[in-house]
T-cell receptor
Framework: GEDVEQSLFLSVREGDSSVINCTYT??????LYWYKQEPGAGLQLLTY?????DMKQDQRLTVLLNKKDKHLSLRIADTQTGDSAIYFC?????????????FGKGTKLSVKP | DADVTQTPRNRITKTGKRIMLECSQT?????MYWYRQDPGLGLRLIYY???????NKGEISDGYSVSRQAQAKFSLSLESAIPNQTALYFC??????????FGPGTRLTVL
């Protein structure tokens, strides 16, 4: 079945850029998402990208998609301590009978002051 | 007001008890989902519903049942709770493919 892989941990210094990477196996993925989960909270949709795009920028967030390599990344510029959270990559396929999301296991981002 | 609400937020129960977790949404979405989250395992889909008359099993539906009482309400039941159902449970809603929107979660502990 489909799978989404992420590294489990990332540590950066405040003010640096963070890059969280994700790979997926479903070649029919059409929509890819990044979610943020802060401690004790639900998942917050940060951004998404359609598979016919290779980049999307939204303020401090830049999403890059390499469809050939099935690789998605999330870059957070000028990382702040408030960005410390778990970040989940997720994908879904257009026309899929389920329409549910396949999630990675999450990358825990720690931002050191 | 929150768009997706879950009750209760925390619950401690004993093995063998019946538990119901409730989810309500004001987003007007047709699609609703129940996930569980375990440390190191990410989110796994339990059940999903595309409309009031449509209920589908997800990846890990054994030991769970659901009811879609209305477009806005989707409840998850554990008929006879067991300790390995201790987890964080999330309800989500979506409008086709533009992402899913999650509730705040219910932390369930089965002793």
């Amino acid at each position: 079945g489909e799978d989404v892989e992420q590294s489990l941990f990332l540590s950066v210094r405040e003010g640096d850029s963070s890059v969280i990477n994700c790979t997926y196996t479903d070649s029919s993925s059409t929509y890819l998402y990044w979610y943020k989960q802060e401690p004790g909270a639900g998942l917050q949709l940060l951004t998404y990208i359609f598979s016919n795009m290779d980049m999307k920028q939204d303020q401090r967030l830049t999403v890059l998609l390499n469809k050939k390599d099935k690789h998605l990344s999330l870059r957070i510029a000028d990382t702040q301590t408030g960005d410390s959270a778990i970040y989940f990559c997720a994908e879904t396929s257009y026309g899929g009978s389920q329409g549910n999301l396949i999630f990675g296991k999450g990358t825990k981002l720690s931002v050191k002051p | 007001d929150a768009d997706v609400t879950q009750t209760p937020r925390n619950r401690i129960t004993k093995t063998g008890k019946r538990i119901m977790l409730e989810c309500s949404q004001t987003k007007g979405h047709d699609r609703m989902y129940w996930y569980r989250q375990d440390p190191g395992l990410g989110l796994r889909l339990i059940y999903y519903s595309f409309d009031v008359k449509d209920i589908n099993k997800g990846e890990i539906s054994d030991g769970y049942s659901v009811s879609r009482q209305a477009q806005a309400k989707f409840s998850l039941s554990l008929e006879s709770a067991i300790p390995n159902q201790t987890a964080l449970y999330f309800c989500a809603t979506s409008d086709l493919y533009i992402g899913q929107f999650f509730g705040p979660g219910t932390r369930l502990t089965v002793l």
